[in-house]
């Protein structure tokens, strides 16, 4: 599960364990406040009304 509270997400675990915070800017350095989270298998959207949808890797996916 993600959830965001101001410009942090925090992710959970099935017993509802927090595994991790990360904070969220946009590129540019801006604060990213999350109004939706869509997650995927190899990337999280999240968009913030005015600022846009922005696109990460899922912090908790290794790369190959």
Same mark, same amino acid.
């Given at each position: 599960?993600?959830?965001?509270?101001?410009?942090? =997400? $925090?992710?959970?675990?099935?017993?509802?364990?927090?595994?991790?915070?990360? *904070?969220?800017?946009?590129?540019?350095?801006?604060?990213?406040?999350?109004?939706?989270? $869509?997650?995927?298998?190899?990337?999280? $959207?999240?968009?913030?009304?005015? =600022?846009?949808?922005?696109?990460?890797?899922?912090?908790? *996916? *290794?790369?190959?």
């Amino acid at each position: 599960m993600w959830i965001a509270l101001h410009n942090t =997400l $925090l992710h959970f675990d099935q017993e509802g364990n927090r595994r991790a915070s990360y *904070k969220i800017y946009t590129p540019e350095g801006a604060r990213l406040e999350a109004t939706t989270i $869509l997650v995927e298998a190899d990337r999280l $959207l999240i968009g913030e009304d005015p =600022l846009g949808i922005y696109e990460f890797s899922r912090p908790d *996916k *290794k790369t190959q």
